[in-house]
């Protein structure tokens, strides 16, 4: 599995529009490039990370040749970014991320 990170500054007022870009975007990466989707997040020092999964490397390269999946979407998250800041790829070594919080109750 391939984690990929992206972390941008937003233009002040513009995040709504670029909130609505990257969902469009992520929706059709997932339908039409093979992605397994995406969070948004705004962090702390105000800048806004996003955290893409991916199946593998393969699929995703495949994905970033194939160039954008939505302009429309490309241009709102255009609009609404000041800056992208980075990129970057996580590997994953072990996973205890679970879909429900712990319940005493159920052990």
Known sequence: MLIVMYRWRLKEGREAIFRQGWRE??????K???SLGSRLHQAADGTWVAYA????EQIWRKAREAGTANEA???KMQEGSAELLSEEHLYLVDDLIRAEPYNKEDS
Not at 25 to 30: A, D, K, L, Q, R
Not at 53 to 56: G, I, L, N, S, Y
């Open 73 to 75: 979407a490309a241009r």
């Open 25 to 30: 975007m992520t929706e059709s990466i997932y």
């Open 53 to 56: 999964q991916w199946p593998d």
């Open 32 to 34: 039409l490039r093979g």
